[in-house]
Nanobody, 118 residues
């Protein structure tokens, strides 16, 4: 198994930036594809960004493409989400996800709140 802990959330004005971090412990971090998801009040959890095991491939939701950047450091067992040009509609709890391609297991962090004021 893997344990995930997010950090870096907070309150920011529209147009500002935040960087989220997700530190992992447990099994080999580099064996997991990693992702960020978010859930706004009254809405379903949605995919934000994903990164491959090596970090060489990334993908993004259309709503954040060009503004957010996902990256990972396998030596530090950490995945990051750099969020720029933040909008009020980016307000949500952001969750880190680890997915194991070998057994399809999914692991989640506890979430970190991001609030963007207009």
């Amino acid at each position: 198994q893997v344990q995930l802990a997010e950090s870096g959330g907070g309150l920011v004005q529209a147009g500002g930036s935040l960087r989220l971090s997700c530190a992992a412990s447990g099994r080999t971090f580099s064996s997991y594809t990693m992702g960020w998801f978010r859930q706004a009040p009254g809405k379903e959890r949605e995919f934000v960004a994903g990164v491959s095991q090596s970090g060489g491939s990334t993908n993004y939701a259309a709503s954040v493409k060009g503004r957010f950047t996902i990256s990972r450091d396998n030596a530090k067992k950490t995945v990051y989400l750099q969020m720029n040009s933040l909008k009020p509609e980016d307000t949500a709890v952001y969750y880190c996800n680890a997915h194991s391609p070998s057994d399809y297991a999914n692991y989640w962090g506890q979430g970190t709140q991001v609030t963007v004021s207009s």
